[in-house]
């Protein structure tokens, strides 16, 4: 069982920066690939980007490539997206979660995390 808690969510002028956080506890953080997804307002949720186990490989949605840097500490038990030049468009719940490996696929992480708020204002 992992339990999955971000952090770092919240308002944002358009062009601004944020960076969320997604600390895990339980099972050994390190035998997990990490992904965050985001669902807006009337919208599906979304792939945004997936990080393997070692943080060696990662892997972006096109809308937020070139903007957004996913990256973990195993030592410290945390995934982080580092979200930049946000647009309005950007505004959704994240969430972070763990699987066996990287994905652009939700069904494919077994633990997701209750999610944080980001909004950018125009």
């Known amino acids: 069982q992992v339990q999955l808690v971000e952090s770092g969510g919240g308002l944002v002028q358009a062009g601004g920066s944020l960076r969320l956080s997604c600390a895990a506890f339980?099972?050994?953080?390190?035998?997990?690939?990490m992904g965050w997804f985001r669902q807006g307002p009337g919208k599906e949720r979304e792939f945004v980007a997936a990080i393997t186990r070692s943080g060696g490989s990662t892997y972006y949605a096109d809308s937020v490539k070139g903007r957004f840097t996913i990256s973990r500490d195993n030592a410290k038990n945390t995934v982080y997206l580092q979200m930049n030049s946000l647009k309005p468009e950007d505004t959704a719940v994240y969430y972070c979660?763990?699987?066996?490996?990287?994905?652009?696929?939700?069904?494919?992480?077994?633990?997701w995390g209750q999610g944080t708020q980001v909004t950018v204002s125009s």
């Open positions: 979660n763990a699987g066996g490996k990287p994905s652009s696929q939700g069904y494919e992480y077994d633990y």
């Open positions: 339980g099972r050994t953080f390190s035998s997990y690939a």
